[in-house]
């Protein structure tokens, strides 16, 4: 009705001022620690108790057009506040990556960037007017970017991103089986180097939670409480131009390099979340994760929201076909459902993968 086209356009400009108030204060606190910056004087003494909050949001780096004058160009042209989407394909996943930018279109969004890795992703780039960059001759990025299945080109992103970062551009990284249903730059928080959608499928599990391991044996002390999460999933995150980012695109690339048969996501998460401790020493970057029910994974969607008839409610900002394989048909569904309001869309699908 006319009624909820107007309360959703007007909680949608609130979210959109809401961003960017949140982006004003993380660049003042940027500043305010960029000023203490090699000094020995404190800039803030510690307020009274339980006032005090730690920066957690990192300066920018120094952005340097000469890494990449021919992106640089690109972004200038194409990138919104600094901000883009940013999706690396190859010929092997056409079909998926024309609903992926198809989905983008449909929302109104203009800033988002395919990365070819090969000359016909690029022409069929150019021939559906869509932003798209190919990478200058790289013997060991293009033999896999040619060739490589899924886990191969995922792997290449890490490195194909240092570029974007040292331009002075935030991304936020996209898989191509993910489809888009609002804006994602209105609904992000902007004040961590990465922020990333969760492989988790409850609050508990995307979230955090104190996981109690029983030793009987050990009697009195048979309770050991360790500290759980889901992992990070290196499909969808936004990354900002600092250096503890860059540190991590780095420390990823080079372990895929020197272990091959790893997945890129598993080394993701480990450097992200590993501490330092005896003979290694963690990175130091800082981390939000996105909320589960907007930046919805497939198996949140078809174990929990489909079966609820309050959930089934919420429009998501994007969905992530992650837990499932059989991708498009999928893909197709949650289109019908979301877009086109088909209400039994989702209903033949089992939970999982047969």
Known sequence: SEEVTNL???????????????????????????????????????????TV???????????????????????????????????????????????????????GITNYLVVALDDSIENFCKSKDVPVYRRDPDEGIDSIGKTGGNHAV??????????FLQLGYSVLLSDI??????????HLYGDSDIESMSDGHDNMTAYGFNDVFDEPSMGWARYAHTMRI??????????????????????????????????????FNEELFFPSHPGYE?????????????FMNSKVLFKTVRKSAQLRKLKPV??????????????????????NGKQNALDHFPDGSE
């Open 8 to 50: 959703q356009s007007q909680l949608a400009s609130l979210e959109r001022k809401n961003a960017d108030f949140r982006k004003q204060i993380n660049e003042l606190s940027m500043k305010l620690q960029m000023a203490g910056q090699g000094k020995n004087q404190a800039l803030y003494s510690a307020g009274p108790f339980g």
């Open 53 to 107: 909050k730690a920066l957690r949001t990192n300066p920018t780096v120094m952005p340097d057009e000469s890494t990449n004058p021919r992106l640089a160009k690109i972004l200038q042209q194409v990138a919104v506040k600094k901000e883009i989407i940013v999706a690396v394909a190859n010929s092997n996943v056409k079909q998926t990556l024309e609903m992926w930018f198809t989905n983008i279109k449909r929302v």
């Open 154 to 163: 995922s792997a290449l992103k890490f490195r194909i991103l240092r570029e």
């Open 177 to 186: 089986d993910i489809m888009f249903f609002q804006n994602p730059f209105d």
């Open 230 to 267: 889901w992992v990070f999933n290196s499909g969808f995150f936004f990354i900002r131009p600092t250096i503890p980012s860059i540190e991590l695109l780095d420390r990823v690339a080079g372990r895929l390099s020197r272990e091959p048969k790893s997945w890129d996501q598993a080394v």
């Open 282 to 294: 963690g990175l130091h970057a800082s981390k939000r994760t996105m909320d589960i029910y907007l």
């Open 318 to 339: 994007i969905v992530h076909l992650n837990y499932h394989p059989d991708k498009e048909a999928r893909m197709k569904a949650v289109i019908e459902f979301y877009v």
